[in-house]
């Protein structure tokens, strides 16, 4: 009997071919929702792999209960959704997809700092509206980003390629992350400091840390009011690492200027949630690195992974 493979969202055929050709592999039949979690416990118990979305819960119940389960292929970087101390109890082997998604992340987080910036959504809006009556000086006056300061927060790769790019537009790049990264600093000309320095002194404040213990609610009212009043929050990593209800405050108090927000506590976000109401805020639906080609990448990485796994080799990118 061929070991089982659950996949838990419809991906392309020509992606998981690899997968059917050796073993017994089933999908979830929907490409925009996620897999009920009823359905997702009852086929784990009886997978050698599965492979999970940001949107599944890969904890100590589902775990407990896969006693086939040899590896969990996530297709993200990020795996707060799994249970890593529950998966090394059981030994099942979890893997994520580092490196291929860097780029084009640090893309999309550069173009929504520059689309909130320089108000490019409220522009779009203003002439579809049928607003545009006549050019004046100040219709629409955003901000400058070139020779502005940025303070990133979590220096890992996807931070590295914000900093290359935030360096083109002739930017001081601050930074602050769990330890010092002395080679960026050379290289990119990068500066640490402390984490409220980085607060008062930034004219952009990124976030980009993993979701964990330290960085979860990382941003209450008191961060928020320790920013420039003309400052702009920018979130490309994880909902929770914010407060939403500080971030609507400073918003409403005039303690910053703006937020773009690629990620939220609760996805997908509600049509009338409070953040929503605010013009000088951007918010898109988690898309930091949805590009075809990445995604691709990253979908041929998962199944690269379990193929691995399956056959008793080491797969290329598991999580430690």
Not at 36 to 49: G, M, Q, T
Not at 169 to 184: G, I, P, Q, T
Request: include cysteine.
């Amino acid at each position: 009997m061929k070991p089982f493979i659950y996949i838990t969202r419809k991906l392309p055929e020509a992606v998981v071919a690899p997968l059917k050709n050796e073993f017994d592999v089933e999908m979830w039949e929907r490409e925009d929702a996620p897999v009920p979690r009823d359905i997702l416990l009852e086929k784990a118990e009886k997978a050698s792999a599965l492979l999970t979305m940001l949107s599944d819960k890969v904890n100590r119940e589902l775990l407990q209960n896969a006693s086939h389960l040899k590896v969990v292929s996530n297709l993200a970087v990020g795996f707060d959704n799994i249970d890593l101390e529950a998966a090394k109890e059981k030994g099942v082997t979890i893997t994520n997809t580092p490196d291929v998604l860097t780029e084009t992340t640090a893309d999309l987080t550069f173009a929504l700092l520059m689309a909130t910036a320089r108000r490019i959504v409220e522009a779009d809006r203003y002439i579809k509206d049928g607003k545009w009556k006549s050019w004046s000086p100040l219709l629409l006056a955003g901000m400058d980003i070139h020779h502005k300061t940025m303070g990133i927060v979590g220096m890992g790769s996807i931070g590295e390629a914000v900093a290359r790019r935030a360096k083109g537009f002739n930017m001081e790049v601050l930074y602050h992350n769990r330890s010092r990264k002395s080679e960026a600093e050379e290289s990119l000309e990068v500066r640490y400091v402390p984490f409220d320095d980085l607060l008062s002194q930034s004219d952009f404040v990124v976030v980009l840390a993993p979701l964990n213990t330290e960085t979860k609610g990382m941003f209450q009212e008191n961060q928020f009011s320790k920013m420039k009043k003309t400052a702009i929050f920018i979130n490309a990593a994880r909902g929770a690492i914010v407060n939403e209800s500080a971030l609507e405050q400073a918003l409403k108090r005039g303690e910053i200027a703006g937020a773009g927000m690629d990620v939220f506590e609760a996805e997908p976000i509600s049509e009338d949630h409070p953040l929503l109401q605010f013009d000088q805020v951007v918010a898109i639906p988690h898309i930091g690195s949805s590009s075809k080609d990445t995604r691709y990448d990253m979908m041929t990485l998962c199944v690269e992974n379990i193929l691995a796994v399956l056959k008793g080799d080491n797969p290329k990118t598991a999580v430690k």
